[in-house]
């Protein structure tokens, strides 16, 4: 059974380079979101953009160097997602659980509005070729930098507990949220990402 949706496009329009280029990357996560990258191959790339075999090569030379691309622009979203988030507001009486559920459901809605990159990275990048861990390891020092600032700033506000480390609950929260992710949001697209939210807030 083909793994490809009608509605892939059956005439090739001309792009802009770098619309083209993105039209490839996309085609790429979804077809590795669901075949896996050992088992995907180019023709599946092209197949699913609905592009010659000649255009997929005027941007990318590999199977190997379009998967790279697609954990560097990952790791740009994440970074230009963290560097958007705001800080918890400096007001004491704002109520920290609302402020916990608001930043908690940010993030798994990111996750879910990037849903195929994000089983693509989390499931296979750390574990194919080296300069694809090296880019996993690049993002979660990313996020580990992020929620330790972030638990650093609900401490100043009182809002958690003052004796654990920041650095130590970054590493807590990226574990929970990668099994969180797996079970619920990556699996699911019709989670209920309020009531997970709610429910992390609540823990």
């Known amino acids: 059974m083909s793994v490809y949706s009608p509605d892939v496009p059956k005439r090739r329009t001309l792009l802009p380079p770098d619309q083209r280029r993105q039209q490839l990357l996309q085609a790429a996560t979804w077809v590795f979101a669901r075949k896996g990258y050992r088992r995907a191959g180019i023709s599946d790339i092209i197949a699913r953009a609905g592009v010659a075999r000649g255009t997929f090569y005027l941007y990318f030379t590999s199977k190997e160097q379009v998967f790279l691309a697609i954990v560097e622009?990952?790791?740009q979203r994440i970074s230009q997602a963290i560097t958007t988030t705001s800080e918890p507001p400096a007001q004491p009486t704002i109520d920290p659980e609302a402020l916990l559920r608001a930043s908690f459901r940010r993030w798994l809605g990111f996750f879910a509005d990037n849903r195929d990159a994000a089983k693509v990275i989390l499931k296979e990048a750390s574990s194919i070729d080296r300069r694809f861990e090296q880019g996993f390891a690049g993002l979660r020092r990313s996020a580990?930098?992020?929620f330790a600032a972030r638990y650093r700033g609900f401490q100043q506000l009182g809002f958690v507990r003052q004796s654990i480390r920041p650095v130590l609950?970054?590493?807590?929260?990226?574990?929970?949220f990668d099994e969180l992710l797996n079970a619920f949001v990556l699996t699911d697209p019709d989670a209920d990402l309020d009531a997970l939210a709610a429910q992390l807030a609540d823990f």
Do not use: P, R, T
């Open 169 to 176: 609950m970054a590493h807590l929260l990226i574990g929970m």
């Open 73 to 75: 622009d990952f790791h």
């Open 144 to 146: 580990v930098d992020f």
